[in-house]
């Protein structure tokens, strides 16, 4: 029997993609709710952001949620293949460590990501699209982590 969740991803992502700044936004949001420290990592320019809401309706910042968003939809879109964005997703790795990212924050986001879902998707949320999203982000996170070691 073949496994659903590729279907119950692309499903669910569809929903969410229709609109993705604002559900990104409220990823987002919700992330530096959960972790108020990632706030200064965001600087354009040397400008620090005073308030998750001030860096939220940044231009730059809205820049990079359109950015994770596209990255979250090629690995929907490669769901049955994720092998073929390995290199990307370790030079993103890579990227996020050079700003200071820990990868111990990677979890806060996915627990962001899950919440934004639910928050967009309601009851259409079941337990079986939450697995399959945990899933598939463990994956990406796996390989953005290769380019934390510089291997």
Same mark, same amino acid.
């Given at each position: 029997?073949?496994?659903p969740?590729p279907?119950?991803?692309r499903?669910?992502?569809?929903?969410?993609?229709?609109?993705?700044?604002?559900?990104g936004?409220?990823?987002?949001?919700?992330?530096?709710?959960?972790?108020?420290?990632?706030?200064?990592?965001?600087?354009?320019?040397?400008?620090?952001?005073?308030?998750?809401?001030?860096c939220?309706s940044?231009?730059e910042?809205?820049?990079?949620?359109?950015?994770?968003?596209?990255?979250?939809?090629?690995a929907?879109?490669?769901?049955?293949?994720?092998s073929?964005?390995e290199?990307?997703?370790?030079?993103?790795?890579?990227?996020?460590? &050079?700003?200071?990212?820990?990868?111990?924050?990677?979890?806060t986001?996915?627990?962001?990501?899950?919440?934004?879902?639910?928050?967009?998707?309601?009851?259409?949320?079941t337990? &079986?699209?939450?697995a399959?999203?945990?899933?598939?982000?463990?994956?990406?996170v796996?390989?953005?982590s290769?380019?934390?070691?510089?291997?």
């Amino acid at each position: 029997m073949e496994r659903p969740e590729p279907e119950l991803i692309r499903q669910s992502w569809r929903a969410v993609n229709r609109s993705p700044l604002e559900h990104g936004t409220v990823l987002f949001a919700r992330l530096f709710s959960l972790e108020p420290d990632l706030l200064p990592l965001f600087k354009y320019e040397g400008r620090q952001f005073s308030s998750p809401e001030d860096c939220l309706s940044s231009p730059e910042f809205l820049d990079h949620i359109r950015k994770v968003m596209l990255v979250i939809d090629a690995a929907v879109t490669n769901v049955e293949d994720l092998s073929s964005l390995e290199e990307y997703l370790a030079g993103l790795g890579k990227k996020h460590q &050079a700003v200071g990212v820990k990868l111990s924050s990677f979890s806060t986001v996915g627990e962001s990501l899950l919440y934004m879902l639910e928050r967009c998707l309601g009851p259409a949320f079941t337990a &079986a699209t939450r697995a399959a999203w945990s899933q598939l982000y463990g994956a990406v996170v796996q390989a953005m982590s290769r380019g934390w070691d510089g291997e």
